[in-house]
Structures are given as structure tokens and as C-alpha cells.
């Protein structure tokens, strides 16, 4: 009978479909956290021979399967909490109280006001109105023009809208012209 479990064990794990570990036992994204073979270990420490009945007595020094899942809970739990960003955590970092704030705006104040005042500035006053013209006496003091002037002026900008509204444009040609690029 043993030997036909030994041959059943063998063939199962010919045929597995899990993955070797690789990493000596270390846990991985894809290591199972609960083994569904309790009753298995039970029947396989009942048909251990003499000269391994030692470990049996002293098993609870050995660390147990509990204890090894526990750890790698533990240890996926971590490496989880790692990998995650808090992202409404991420702002309070960099927030300031509202004392350091105002002593922050107290002297940026200061700071500006200081290089504010070692600007030079030019103390001139323009009170008229003409204030970019360059010599606004040369211009009030010439003769206003004359009426005749004012009226071929009128004439000239009527004859200037005429010629521009009459512009018409002829399409011959197409506007689009392909280009033989290869």
C-alpha cells in the first residue's frame, strides 16, 4: 500500500502545475498562504520511524507551518505597504501651519519692500494731455487745416474704399497644387 502512495505522490507531482520555487521557501506574489494538506502532514509524522522520533518530540522548538505562514503574511504585507502611494497623503507633507505661513508672507514682504526701494525711479510729472508727443507746442501752434483741406482728405479715403471694394479675384488655376514627392 505504501508503495502504491509513493507512486500516486510521485505521479502528482510529475504532474503539477505549480511553479518550483526557485528562492529557497521565500514567499512570492504567487506562493500559497494556506496549505490545503493538513491531514496529509498529520498521516506522514503517525509513519515516521524510530530514529526520526526525536524530531516529533521536540517538534515545538522546530518553527511550525503556522508560524512560516504568519511570516510571509507578514512579509507580502509589507512588501505591499511599501509599493503603495499615498496620494492624499502626499500634499500634507509640504503644508505649512498657519504661523509659518504668515512669517513666511511677513518676510517675503519685507524682502520685496526693501528691493522695491532700491529701484530708481525718475520723479517727472506729465500733467497735459499730450504726454507722447514729443514737442506738443510745435503741433498746437501751426494753423488747424483748412476746410478744402478736410473735404479732398474725405474724398480721397472715399475713392481709397471704392478701389478696395471693387478688388475681385479670378480663380484660373487650381489653389491646390500636389506635389509629385516620391
Same mark, same amino acid.
Given at each position: 500500500?505504501?508503495?502504491?502512495?509513493t507512486v500516486v505522490?510521485?505521479?502528482?507531482?510529475?504532474?503539477?502545475?505549480? *511553479?518550483?520555487?526557485? !528562492?529557497?521557501?521565500?514567499? /512570492?506574489? %504567487?506562493? @500559497?498562504l494556506l496549505q490545503?494538506?493538513?491531514?496529509?502532514?498529520?498521516?506522514?509524522?503517525?509513519?515516521?520511524?524510530?530514529?526520526?522520533?526525536?524530531?516529533?518530540?521536540?517538534?515545538?522548538?522546530?518553527?511550525?507551518?503556522?508560524?512560516?505562514?504568519?511570516?510571509?503574511?507578514?512579509?507580502?504585507?509589507?512588501?505591499?505597504?511599501?509599493?503603495?502611494?499615498?496620494?492624499?497623503?502626499?500634499?500634507?507633507?509640504?503644508?505649512?501651519?498657519?504661523? *509659518?505661513?504668515?512669517? !513666511?508672507?511677513?518676510?517675503? /514682504?519685507? %524682502?520685496? @519692500?526693501?528691493?522695491?526701494?532700491?529701484?530708481?525711479?525718475?520723479?517727472?510729472?506729465?500733467?497735459?494731455?499730450?504726454?507722447?508727443?514729443?514737442?506738443?507746442?510745435?503741433?498746437?501752434?501751426?494753423?488747424?487745416?483748412?476746410?478744402?483741406?478736410?473735404?479732398?482728405?474725405?474724398?480721397?479715403?472715399?475713392?481709397?474704399?471704392?478701389?478696395?471694394?471693387?478688388?475681385?479675384?479670378?480663380?484660373?488655376?487650381?489653389?491646390?497644387?500636389?506635389?509629385?514627392?516620391?
Amino acid at each position: 500500500m505504501d508503495l502504491v502512495r509513493t507512486v500516486v505522490d510521485a505521479v502528482i507531482a510529475c504532474f503539477n502545475c505549480r *511553479e518550483n520555487d526557485s !528562492r529557497s521557501g521565500e514567499p /512570492t506574489e %504567487r506562493s @500559497a498562504l494556506l496549505q490545503h494538506n493538513a491531514d496529509q502532514r498529520i498521516l506522514q509524522v503517525r509513519r515516521i520511524s524510530e530514529n526520526q522520533r526525536v524530531e516529533v518530540e521536540y517538534a515545538n522548538s522546530f518553527p511550525t507551518r503556522e508560524k512560516d505562514e504568519q511570516s510571509e503574511l507578514v512579509k507580502i504585507v509589507q512588501e505591499t505597504n511599501s509599493n503603495i502611494i499615498d496620494v492624499a497623503a502626499l500634499d500634507t507633507h509640504h503644508m505649512l501651519e498657519q504661523s *509659518e505661513y504668515n512669517c !513666511r508672507v511677513k518676510t517675503y /514682504t519685507q %524682502r520685496l @519692500a526693501q528691493q522695491w526701494n532700491t529701484i530708481p525711479t525718475t520723479e517727472t510729472n506729465y500733467n497735459g494731455l499730450l504726454k507722447d508727443v514729443a514737442n506738443p507746442e510745435q503741433l498746437l501752434t501751426t494753423n488747424p487745416p483748412t476746410s478744402d483741406d478736410v473735404i479732398s482728405a474725405r474724398e480721397f479715403i472715399k475713392d481709397i474704399a471704392q478701389a478696395i471694394n471693387d478688388i475681385k479675384i479670378d480663380n484660373h488655376e487650381d489653389l491646390v497644387v500636389p506635389f509629385q514627392v516620391t
